[in-house]
């Protein structure tokens, strides 16, 4: 039975050059000439942190902008709110989500059972498993998917006949 799966993950390289972009931009603005900012990246989480509020702000703007830039979704990039401290030192986390959690999975079958009653689903590990009985079907459920935002980025593979 031809089968694909609905999956949410962001290209991790694409990451790393906006990340080393951003890096760079920062090195070579003059606004930031003799600041302390900086970006630093483990597993899914950016954290960034300046001197002030401001320079916290212009330096997420960099960030986004260069992530826009390299395609990567702005869907699935959850920005924490700043934590400036009291002399002045910000610091804020930006979280990437990979995978489709818990509620956002059921809420994307629900849907695509209510549109299409041909097709069955099945939430493995962080992905959504659609199988039909017809090629035809599982193309309508891609064009379903593709037309409604669910508020993450969702991406298809594995189409297998």
């Known amino acids: 039975m031809p089968s694909f799966d609905i999956v949410s993950e962001i290209d991790r390289g694409e990451i790393d050059n906006a990340i080393n972009q951003a890096r760079k ?7 930031f000439k003799g600041s302390t900012a900086k970006i630093e990246w ?8 300046a001197e002030d509020g401001s320079r916290l702000k212009a330096l997420e703007e ?11 979704d702005l869907r699935n990039i959850e920005r924490k709110p700043p934590a400036i401290s009291p002399l002045g030192h910000a ?3 930006i979280v990437i989500k990979q995978g489709i959690e818990g509620e956002k ?3 994307i079958t629900k849907a695509i059972k209510a549109n299409t009653a041909k097709v069955q689903c099945a939430l493995q590990e962080m992905q959504i498993r659609v199988t039909g009985k ?5 193309q309508e459920v891609i064009a379903f998917v593709r037309a409604k935002d669910f508020g993450v980025a969702l991406y298809f593979k594995n189409f297998r006949d």
Do not use: P, Y
């Open 91 to 93: 610091t804020q986390k």
């Open 62 to 72: 960099i960030l986004v902008g260069k992530l826009a830039k390299r395609n990567v």
């Open 134 to 138: 017809k090629r035809d079907d599982l």
């Open 105 to 107: 999975a059921k809420e």
């Open 25 to 31: 931009e920062l090195a070579s603005r003059f606004d």
């Open 42 to 49: 483990q597993k899914n989480e950016i954290d960034l942190s």
